[in-house]
C-alpha cells in the first residue's frame, strides 16, 4: 500500500487548465483516468488527509504510485479523451459500462458492390446500414427469414457468392425463392441495390407503401382470377405484417428517440435503454457496472450518454432521468442539434417508467448473481493463498499448458485470471521448435522463460500495447506434476525469479505440487480453490489444444501450389479462380494456363512439371501427417488479439 504523499506533485506544477488525469500503480498500470475543468483544484483534492477522503478514493490513491495529466484546449476535448483513455487502458478503479449481454444488430452492406444483409454482433463498417439491437437473436432471424420472402436481398457470405459465380448456379436460397440470385445475372447489380434500398426503407419504419402496393398487386391479381399469384402476396402481406407486429407501437407519432434510465445503489449501476424509430421500439439494451469511485447519478448519466454516442450518432431525441453533470459538454459530443432533456409529463414520460423499472429489474438479478460469484471467488482466492501460504490472495494467476501430437507441432498456452475472472484479452499462445520441443518439461522451460523475460525486463511505459504482457503476477501454475514444475522452476532459478509464486496441478489426483516439496498439497473436494484451480487449467489446456490444431490444420491443407517457385498468392488465386481446384489445373494443357493472366510459357511448364510429378510421388493417406507438418510460426510467441509476434 503506497502512501500518496510519496508521488504527490508540488502544487505549483499543476496547470490550472482543463485535462485528463492518469493514476498508475507500481508497475506503471494505468488504475484511474479522470478529467478536470481545472486539473490543479481536482487533483490536489486526491491527496488530503487519507480519513477525508471516500473509501473508494482512499483505496485508490493508496493503490497507485504516480499521477500525470494531459493538457486539452476544451471540457469537450477532456470528456472524450476521458472516454478513449477508460476503453484504452480498462482501469480497475473507473465505473466501466458494460453490456449485459452481448445484442445481434440486422445490418445491410450498402457499401458493397452486391449489399448484403445479415445478423452480426460485431461492429459495423462504415457505410452500412444497421438496425437494432434487438434483445433476443432468434427474433430478429425470424425477421430476416419473413423479409427476404418480400425483398429477397442477397445474404450468403463472400465466399459462397464467388462460388456461385464460378459454378453458375445459385445457392439453396437462390433455388427456393429468398435470394434473387445476383450470383448467376438473375437480377442485375443496380436492380439489386434497389431491392436492398427497399429493405431498409421497410425496416426504418416505412412500411405503409409497400403494404398497400403488394395488396394493391394482389386484388388485381384476384380479380383475374391468377389465384396462385394472390395467394403468394398473400404470404408476402402477411409475412410483413408479422414483421410489424414485432416492433409494437409505443408512441403516438413518428419519434425517433432513445430513452435512458439508472437505478443504482451504493455499489453498482444499472443502465438500460430503450431504442424508438418511428413510433416503434427497435431495440433495448443494458448495462451495468460496479461503482468503484463516488461517481453520482448525474455522473453515471454522462458517462452513459458518452458510451453511447461517442462513437455514433444520436438520434433527434434523447429522454433522460437526470441532466447529466456537463450538460453543455456532453451536447457539443451528441451533436447541438439533439434534443436532451428530462420529460415532464404524458406518453413519454410514462414509457421512460418502464425503461427505469427495467433498470431496476436488470439490477436485481445482477445483484443476485454477482453476490455469489463475489463471495465464491473471494473464498477460492483466500483459500487458495492459504493453501500455497502466500503473504496474500493471488489477484493475478496465469496458468500454463503443452499441447502437441506425438512430438511436433508443439505449442504452449497461457491464460489468465484476474480476481478469480478470465481476461481473455491477456491470454499468450507460443509455438515451440528446437530442442525445446523434445519433450514436455523442455517445451515447459523455453514457455516459462520466455514469458518471465518479460517480467524482468518490462516496456517503457510510453508502450501501452505491451505492458499488459509485463504485468506481474502473483501465482504462475503449469498444467503438470513434479517433472514439470521442477522444470519451471529451473527457469525461475537461471533468471533469478524470487517473487513469484509457482505451482503444479496434476490431472489423476488434482493435486497441487510445490517446488521441491516431496509431497503434494491436497485441496479438499468440495473446496472453491479447488473448482477455480481446475477451471485454470481447463481452460490453459482448451486454448492450447485449439492453437495447436489450427497449426495442424493449416499444414495439412497446404496446396500443392505452394512450392512452386514463382507462382506466388496473386497467380495462385487467378489459378484457382479459372481452374477452381488442384486436379482441374494438372489436367489442363500448357496453352489453357498461358490464358491465365500473369502465367507466361515458362512459368506453365514449371507448373505442369511440378504438379504431374507431385501426383507420381503422393504420400501414403494412411501416413502420420504429423511427420510432415511445416509451419513458418515456429518458435515464436504470438499475440492472440493482433496476431503480433512478442518474442523469439
Request: charged share 30%; proline share 6%; hydrophobic share 40%.
Amino acid at each position: 500500500m503506497a502512501d500518496p504523499a510519496t508521488y504527490r506533485p508540488a502544487t505549483g506544477t499543476i496547470p490550472t487548465r482543463p485535462g485528463v488525469y492518469r493514476f498508475r500503480d507500481e508497475h506503471g498500470r494505468v488504475v484511474y483516468v479522470g478529467k478536470a475543468k481545472n486539473l490543479r483544484q481536482r487533483l490536489v483534492n486526491y491527496f488530503q488527509d487519507l480519513s477525508a477522503l471516500h473509501e473508494r478514493t482512499r483505496r485508490m490513491v493508496t493503490t497507485a504510485a504516480s499521477v500525470e495529466w494531459t493538457v486539452v484546449g476544451t471540457e469537450v476535448e477532456a470528456l472524450t479523451l476521458e472516454y478513449t483513455w477508460i476503453k484504452e487502458f480498462d482501469p480497475r478503479f473507473n465505473v466501466k459500462f458494460r453490456d449485459d449481454k452481448s445484442y445481434p444488430y440486422l445490418v445491410l452492406t450498402m457499401g458493397e458492390k452486391v449489399p448484403r444483409v445479415h445478423i452480426t454482433r460485431r461492429p459495423r463498417a462504415k457505410g452500412d446500414r444497421t438496425f437494432g439491437p434487438y434483445p433476443q437473436v432468434g427474433a430478429i432471424r425470424e425477421t430476416l427469414d419473413l423479409m427476404l420472402r418480400v425483398f429477397p436481398v442477397r445474404s450468403c457470405t463472400a465466399g459462397v457468392y464467388r462460388r456461385a459465380e464460378r459454378s453458375g448456379r445459385p445457392c439453396l436460397l437462390g433455388f427456393i425463392g429468398k435470394c434473387s440470385a445476383p450470383c448467376v445475372g438473375d437480377i442485375s447489380e443496380d436492380d439489386h441495390r434497389v431491392l436492398a434500398e427497399q429493405f431498409a426503407d421497410f425496416m426504418a419504419g416505412n412500411t405503409s407503401k409497400y403494404t398497400r402496393r403488394i395488396e394493391k398487386r394482389m386484388r388485381e391479381a384476384a380479380a383475374a382470377m391468377d389465384y396462385e399469384t394472390a395467394a403468394g402476396l398473400r404470404d408476402d402481406l402477411r409475412a410483413l405484417e408479422k414483421v410489424m407486429e414485432k416492433n409494437s407501437v409505443v408512441l403516438s407519432d413518428a419519434t425517433d428517440a432513445d430513452l435512458i434510465a439508472l437505478a443504482q445503489d451504493q455499489l453498482e449501476a444499472s443502465v438500460q435503454v430503450f431504442h424508438v424509430r418511428g413510433g416503434r421500439i427497435r431495440g433495448q439494451r443494458g448495462w451495468t457496472a460496479e461503482i468503484l469511485d463516488d461517481s453520482t447519478g448525474p455522473d453515471l448519466i454522462e458517462r452513459a450518454l458518452t458510451t453511447l454516442y461517442s462513437e455514433g450518432p444520436a438520434p433527434k431525441e434523447v429522454l433522460v432521468p437526470l441532466m447529466p453533470t456537463n450538460r453543455e459538454q456532453v451536447l457539443a459530443l451528441m451533436g447541438r442539434s439533439v434534443d436532451l432533456r428530462v420529460p415532464q409529463r404524458g406518453e413519454k414520460k410514462d414509457l421512460l417508467r418502464t425503461v427505469g423499472e427495467n433498470a431496476t429489474e436488470a439490477l436485481r438479478l445482477h445483484r443476485l448473481k454477482r453476490t455469489g460469484d463475489i463471495t465464491a471467488r473471494t473464498k477460492a482466492l483466500e483459500d487458495l493463498g492459504e493453501a500455497l501460504e502466500l503473504s496474500e490472495p493471488p489477484l493475478r494467476i496465469e496458468c500454463f499448458d503443452i499441447s502437441h501430437s506425438q512430438g511436433t507441432n508443439v505449442v504452449g498456452s497461457q491464460v489468465v485470471f484476474e480476481d478469480g475472472l478470465p481476461r481473455k484479452s491477456e491470454y499468450r499462445r507460443y509455438a515451440v521448435s528446437g530442442a525445446a520441443a523434445r519433450d514436455d518439461t523442455a517445451s515447459m522451460y523455453d514457455v516459462i522463460s520466455r514469458r518471465l523475460k518479460h517480467h524482468l525486463d518490462p516496456p517503457e511505459p510510453n508502450e501501452e500495447d505491451r505492458r499488459r504482457f509485463a504485468y506481474p503476477p502473483s501465482l504462475i501454475l503449469v498444467d503438470g506434476g513434479p517433472p514439470q514444475v521442477a522444470a519451471a522452476q529451473q527457469a525461475f532459478d537461471d533468471l533469478g525469479i524470487t517473487d513469484i509464486a509457482l505451482a503444479g496441478i496434476a490431472k489423476r489426483l488434482e493435486e497441487i505440487w510445490l517446488p521441491g516439496d516431496e509431497y503434494p498439497v491436497i485441496l479438499p473436494r468440495t473446496s472453491e480453490a479447488l473448482f477455480l484451480v481446475q477451471r485454470l487449467r481447463d481452460e490453459a489446456h482448451r486454448f492450447a489444444i485449439t492453437y495447436h490444431r489450427s497449426k495442424r490444420g493449416r499444414a495439412m491443407q497446404a496446396s500443392a501450389l505452394d512450392g512452386i517457385p514463382g507462382l506466388g498468392p496473386a497467380r495462385r488465386r487467378a489459378l484457382l479462380d479459372r481452374f477452381v481446384t488442384v486436379s482441374a489445373i494438372r489436367e489442363a494443357d500448357e496453352e489453357e494456363l498461358v490464358a491465365v493472366d500473369g502465367i507466361g510459357p515458362a512459368l506453365a511448364a514449371q507448373i505442369a512439371t511440378a504438379l504431374r510429378s507431385e501426383q507420381g510421388s503422393e504420400p501414403d493417406p494412411t501416413a502420420d501427417a504429423d511427420a510432415v507438418v511445416h509451419d513458418e510460426e515456429l518458435g515464436v510467441a504470438v499475440d492472440t488479439e493482433t496476431g503480433e509476434i512478442l518474442d523469439g
